[in-house]
């Protein structure tokens, strides 16, 4: 039993070191693309091709001086970032590994639990920080957020109905034949835009209107705390990446190929940052509540109508 509990805290371990150097390896990967797509060179002066730029970056900011705002609330500012970085890493026990790990049978559950909880990590340190700029930043992204978690939902549940499950391992078991990406097609662009929307990407960065707000709700922090919510958020994309390939290309297989389709859904995200404008506000909830909304409802209904047709 000790040396069951042993592998799986060695598994966690190694999997957080993991999802930290694929996080540092995706902003790398960023800033060369958008360098390339603007005519210009990325990072290429630390290291071979810029390679150990990262962990440059890593060190320049967790070792430069922490700032506290004089009317912050310090408490909640301090934690928030904290808070919001172990969320989205836990999520990444969700990961459906064959061996040596916890396997959730109601992971899709957890899921959504753990990102309706990141949205409180957001509203707390834009508010705590007491400046209006962060505050505005803090309202757009909770607001946003909440809106596309229904969407989102919803999309999912058509996928969860063609499996009866919410074990994420039995999407491999019912992709075997066929990728769900065929027959949910549509879906499964609503799908992506939502999670553009859902990480807070372009052409969704509200919180981050330069021109009205600087940088959104993390806009008073500095140095570890910027660090740690640059880290959440590109652990979310990472995981989102995830977990479309999960549900739409195949499932999770010991393969390659699987890291290939997740490497591939990363670069989309990028690409959409380098190439489109971003939406204007009432358009972002336009296309929420009277598009997405409607769609991901109507497919629910033929879906669940498939499932008993099949069945």
Do not use: H
């Not at 902003?27 to 002066?45: A, D, F, M, S, V």
């Not at 919410?166 to 097609?185: A, E």
């Amino acid at each position: 039993m000790m040396k069951d509990m042993l592998m799986i805290f060695l598994g966690v371990i190694i999997l957080i070191l993991g999802v930290l150097i694929g996080v540092a390896f995706l902003t790398l990967l960023e800033r060369k693309l958008l360098g390339y797509i603007q005519i210009r060179k990325g990072p290429n002066k630390v290291g071979f091709w810029g390679i150990l730029q990262p962990f440059s970056d890593a060190i320049k900011l967790f070792t430069k001086e922490q700032t506290y705002p004089m009317y912050s609330n310090y408490i909640s500012y301090y934690f928030s970032p904290i808070v919001g970085f172990i969320l989205s890493l836990i999520i990444w026990m969700l990961i459906p590994y064959y061996f040596n790990f916890i396997s959730f049978s109601l992971g899709i559950l957890f899921f959504l639990c753990c990102t309706s909880m990141g949205v409180y990590t957001v509203m707390i340190a834009g508010w705590s920080s007491n400046s209006n700029y962060s505050l505005l930043g803090g309202l757009r992204a909770v607001a946003q957020t909440i809106s596309y978690e229904v969407s989102l939902f919803l999309i999912m549940m058509s996928s969860l109905f063609m499996i009866m499950e919410f074990n994420m391992i039995m999407y491999f078991n019912f992709q075997n034949n066929i990728w769900f990406i065929y027959i949910m097609y549509p879906l499964s662009l609503c799908m992506f835009s939502s999670m553009l929307a859902e990480t807070n990407r372009t052409p969704f960065d509200f919180a981050e209107g330069e021109s009205e707000l600087v940088s959104g709700f993390n806009v008073e922090y500095s140095s570890g705390g910027f660090a740690l919510i640059f880290l959440a958020e590109y652990s979310s994309i990472l995981f989102m990446s995830l977990l479309f390939v999960l549900i739409f290309m195949g499932g999770y297989s010991l393969s390659i190929i699987f890291y290939v389709k997740l490497s591939l859904i990363s670069f989309l995200f990028i690409w959409v940052r380098g190439t489109l404008p971003r939406y204007r506000y009432d358009k972002l909830m336009y296309l929420a509540w009277k598009s997405y909304l409607p769609i991901s409802l109507n497919f629910l209904m033929f879906y669940m109508g498939f499932k008993m047709f099949l069945m």
